[in-house]
């Protein structure tokens, strides 16, 4: 699309953090790699990445705009900020589910049976406000009816595309493993990828995205 407007890509990426002490945190095995390939390929395909990162493990390509976070409001705000200029936003982060009811202001002695009672964290992508035209992109990591639950996921979002993933208990879908996917869209279609890896993976993505973005110039304004 090289006579066409480069895309402005906001990518979350990695964990998040949430503080159970000031020592522990709840957290999960995402190291943030497919949000680094997605950001790489975007550039490489002419178009400008902002990512917004937890704790990541993986680097992020050089000439993206990184902002680091920790914790999911920290993340959700960080977000809400960059989305206002954004074409897309690409929700790949694996922002914790939980949070500590109460963070202990030292540190949780070892001692006895203790109860951790926990809230969830924020609903980042279903509350982000939308732009005209901006296509907004999640991912499903399920470990059984993983398309239903996909496709649920994509209607209560109100998501254009979401890259569902099964998590097989020995690895994947966190970091460098391949991953069972498929591919939903809003129209209701669903593309099974098969086993991939995740730079088939953000490949993938990217053409999609791409092909929604430019072959729908016109795409109603959601409400």
Same mark, same amino acid.
């Given at each position: 699309?090289?006579?066409?407007?480069?895309?402005?890509?906001?990518?979350?990426?990695?964990?998040?953090?949430?503080?159970?002490?000031?020592?522990?945190?709840?957290?999960?095995?995402?190291?943030?790699?497919?949000?680094?390939?997605?950001?790489?390929?975007?550039?490489?395909?002419?178009?400008?990445?902002?990512?917004?990162?937890?704790?990541?493990?993986?680097?992020?390509?050089?000439?993206?705009?990184?902002?680091?976070?920790?914790?999911?409001?920290?993340?959700?705000?960080?977000? #809400?900020?960059?989305? %206002?200029?954004?074409?897309? !936003? @690409?929700?790949? =982060?694996?922002? &914790?589910?939980?949070?500590?009811? *109460?963070?202990?202001?030292?540190?949780?002695?070892?001692?006895?049976?203790?109860?951790?009672?926990?809230?969830?964290?924020?609903?980042?992508?279903? #509350?982000?406000?939308? %732009?005209?035209?901006?296509? !907004? @992109?999640?991912? =499903?990591?399920? &470990?059984?009816?993983?398309?239903? *639950?996909?496709?649920?996921?994509?209607?209560?979002?109100?998501?254009?595309?979401?890259?569902?993933?099964?998590?097989?208990?020995?690895?994947?879908?966190?970091?460098?493993?391949?991953?069972?996917?498929?591919?939903?869209?809003?129209?209701?279609?669903?593309?099974?990828?098969?086993?991939?890896?995740?730079?088939?993976?953000?490949?993938?993505?990217?053409?999609?995205?791409?092909?929604?973005?430019?072959?729908?110039?016109?795409?109603?304004?959601?409400?």
């Amino acid at each position: 699309h090289a006579a066409s407007r480069a895309l402005r890509l906001l990518i979350s990426a990695g964990p998040t953090r949430e503080p159970i002490d000031r020592v522990r945190f709840l957290s999960n095995y995402s190291t943030g790699y497919m949000g680094a390939l997605l950001a790489a390929e975007a550039l490489k395909r002419g178009h400008r990445a902002v990512v917004v990162h937890g704790p990541i493990t993986e680097p992020l390509p050089r000439g993206v705009l990184a902002i680091p976070v920790e914790q999911a409001t920290q993340m959700e705000r960080a977000l #809400r900020r960059s989305a %206002r200029v954004a074409d897309v !936003v @690409v929700m790949a =982060a694996a922002v &914790s589910d939980f949070r500590a009811a *109460r963070q202990a202001s030292g540190k949780r002695r070892r001692q006895g049976r203790q109860t951790l009672l926990l809230r969830a964290t924020p609903d980042i992508i279903g #509350r982000l406000p939308r %732009r005209p035209r901006q296509l !907004v @992109v999640g991912f =499903a990591v399920e &470990s059984a009816h993983v398309v239903q *639950r996909a496709r649920r996921k994509l209607q209560r979002k109100r998501l254009d595309l979401v890259l569902a993933q099964r998590a097989n208990g020995t690895g994947a879908p966190f970091g460098r493993h391949p991953v069972q996917a498929w591919l939903l869209s809003r129209g209701g279609e669903v593309a099974p990828l098969g086993t991939i890896t995740k730079p088939q993976a953000a490949r993938t993505l990217l053409d999609k995205i791409e092909a929604l973005w430019y072959g729908q110039p016109e795409r109603a304004r959601r409400t």
